[in-house]
């Protein structure tokens, strides 16, 4: 069974801190994917990342995928409160159906 | 609006009842995929529809069935529901050269 396993479970900082979230498994994906959830929606697509070694960036995350393409991490710089919510990383191993993280619950304090 | 549209948003049913929760896709899209989210358990999958034919199964009771119609919307049929059953229900779509799925707003069911 491939699991991928996130790293922490639960989040809580103050405005402005930076944070690290993993996202690890003992499969090989040929693409994974962070999305974020708030509360009552449903997970918005954040990024792609294909190749491994790859890191992607947007505005203040930032997405690696590592070299052997069996975890990745987003780290966020200055936090604020719109960060808040679930972060969930998904893999893909080929057969068209993603493979969902365990999750990560950010609360942003301001 | 993402694009998929999942009615209703909320339902609220008894113990031993039928319900059937219905998804619409982005536009274009072939694939839908249900997934199931509870407090203690993440996002679990259930099932998978490509143009109309059963592509994967994952976790889904055999009291839940699902179809997929040729104007690509998709129904998931939940019956003789238990407490148990109360969650969210999520479906999302795919398209062809884009990763990544869509997903809808989902239906919160709860079973009393």
């Known amino acids: 069974t491939q699991l991928l396993e996130q790293s922490p479970q639960f989040l809580s900082i103050q405005e402005g801190e930076n944070l690290t979230v993993y996202c690890n498994s003992s499969s090989v994906f040929s693409s994974l994917q962070w999305y974020r959830q708030e509360p009552g929606e449903g997970p918005v697509l954040l990024v792609t990342v294909v190749t491994g070694g790859e890191v992607k960036k947007l505005k203040r995350l930032t997405f690696q995928f590592g070299d052997a393409r069996k975890d990745s991490s987003l780290h966020i710089t200055a936090a604020q409160p719109g960060d808040t919510g679930l972060y969930l990383c998904?893999?893909?191993?080929?057969?068209?159906?993603?493979?969902f993280g365990t999750g990560t619950r950010l609360q942003v304090f301001p | 609006d993402s694009g998929v549209t999942q009615t209703p948003k909320h339902l609220i049913t008894a113990t031993g009842q039928r319900v059937t929760l219905r998804c619409s896709p982005r536009?274009?899209?072939?694939?839908v995929y249900w997934y199931q989210q509870s407090l203690d358990q993440g996002l679990q999958f259930l099932i998978q529809y490509y143009n109309g034919e059963e592509r994967a199964k994952g976790n889904i009771l055999e009291r839940f069935s699902a179809q997929q119609f040729p104007d690509l919307h998709s129904e998931l049929n939940l019956s003789s529901l238990e407490l148990g059953d109360s969650a969210l229900y999520f479906c999302?779509?795919?398209?062809?050269?884009?990763?990544?799925?869509?997903f809808g707003s989902g239906t919160r069911l709860t079973v009393v």
């Open positions: 536009s274009g899209d072939l694939s």
């Open positions: 998904a893999g893909d191993p080929g057969t068209d159906k993603l493979i």
């Open positions: 999302a779509s795919s398209g062809r050269g884009r990763h990544g799925y869509t």
